[in-house]
């Protein structure tokens, strides 16, 4: 193991890659840290127990995974999904009709703003958050519309130890009414009485890799538990401009027909608004996860 640090700047381990190499896909890692694009693999056919497991490897050591030219339906989007456990209901997004766990994403030259603007994990407002997403865009920008992904442990393992030590015990309120209220009226989606609210740790384990993840987002983090407001928003501000650190991410730049696949559990993302006046549409499949410890 190597450790890179600059003198003002994050402290950013590199581990050596002692994983096993895949026998029947191929993977291109994006950086070392997170993101890797997988080929040799169609997703439209049925996935052998091998194919599977190395898939499910490559998302947990990889944070994010890439497939470039899939041709699925909307059923084998929603099989592909359930593969990895039951489906999460988005609490406010819209849906294809009668299919309420295939969110719609779409935008134009027409919309008010862009499905994940900013950094965020996908409804950490949830009692029991996703444990992930899987994204199919069918039409793109012919430039532009790229996503950011950052690893949250990357973002963890670089601060200080002090800082670890602070945030340890530490629990945060998680609000979904502020993000949510008014969001898709553009779709012609009511708003709901109310929407997820939940407290969870600062700094979470992931069930998979036990490994800690930072896990507070400017889209969904209220407040820190339990210190003055001041000292809660002055923390947050800190961790959010670290978590979004470049030194962390990897840049996916879509192309027709391409599907994404993030671990939500230790991954934040953003999705670029810079291909106005143009389209972007596909469709998500978000599977259910497990309340953060």
């Keep these: 193991m190597s450790s890179l640090s600059g003198k003002d700047g994050p402290r950013i381990r590199h581990v050596a890659d002692e994983s096993e190499p895949?026998?029947?896909?191929?993977?291109?890692?994006?950086?070392?840290?997170?993101?890797?694009e997988l080929s040799g693999v169609d997703l439209a056919a049925p996935l052998s127990t091998r194919q599977f497991d190395e898939i499910h490897r490559a998302l947990a050591e990889n944070i994010v995974i890439f497939f470039r030219d899939q041709h699925i339906t909307p059923t084998q989007h929603l099989a592909f999904g359930r593969r990895f456990g039951e489906l999460h209901l988005h609490p406010a997004a819209p849906?294809?009709?009668?299919?309420p766990a295939l969110m719609k994403i779409y935008t134009?030259?027409?919309?008010?703003?862009?499905?994940?603007e900013?950094?965020?994990?996908?409804?950490?407002?949830?009692?029991?958050?996703p444990m992930g997403s899987i994204l199919y865009i069918k039409q793109c920008p012919p430039h532009g519309g790229d996503?950011?992904?950052?690893?949250?442990y990357a973002a963890y393992d670089a601060l200080s130890d002090r800082m670890k030590a602070y945030l340890a015990g530490l629990t945060a309120i998680h609000d979904g009414d502020p993000v949510y209220r008014g969001l898709f009226a553009n779709f012609g989606v009511a708003d709901k009485p109310a929407y997820p609210c939940a407290e969870h740790p600062v700094v979470r384990t992931h069930p998979v890799t036990g490994?800690?993840?930072?896990y507070v987002n400017r889209g969904f983090t209220h407040h820190i538990v339990g210190i003055p407001r001041d000292e809660s928003d002055a923390i947050l501000a800190y961790l959010y401009d670290h978590a979004e650190n470049p030194l962390f991410q990897c840049r996916f730049r879509w192309t027709k027909n391409a599907i994404?696949?993030?671990?939500?559990?230790?991954a934040q993302h953003r999705a670029m608004w810079d291909y106005w006046p143009h389209t972007r549409s596909g469709n998500r499949v978000t599977i259910k996860g497990e309340r953060p410890v």
């Design 22 to 36: 895949c026998e029947t896909i191929r993977l291109d890692k994006l950086t070392p840290i997170i993101g890797a």
């Design 211 to 214: 490994k800690k993840a930072l």
């Design 147 to 152: 996503t950011l992904f950052a690893s949250m």
């Design 95 to 99: 849906h294809e009709p009668g299919e």
């Design 260 to 266: 994404a696949f993030w671990d939500n559990r230790c």
């Design 108 to 116: 134009d030259k027409d919309s008010p703003r862009a499905n994940g």
């Design 118 to 129: 900013g950094w965020h994990s996908d409804v950490s407002c949830d009692e029991e958050p």
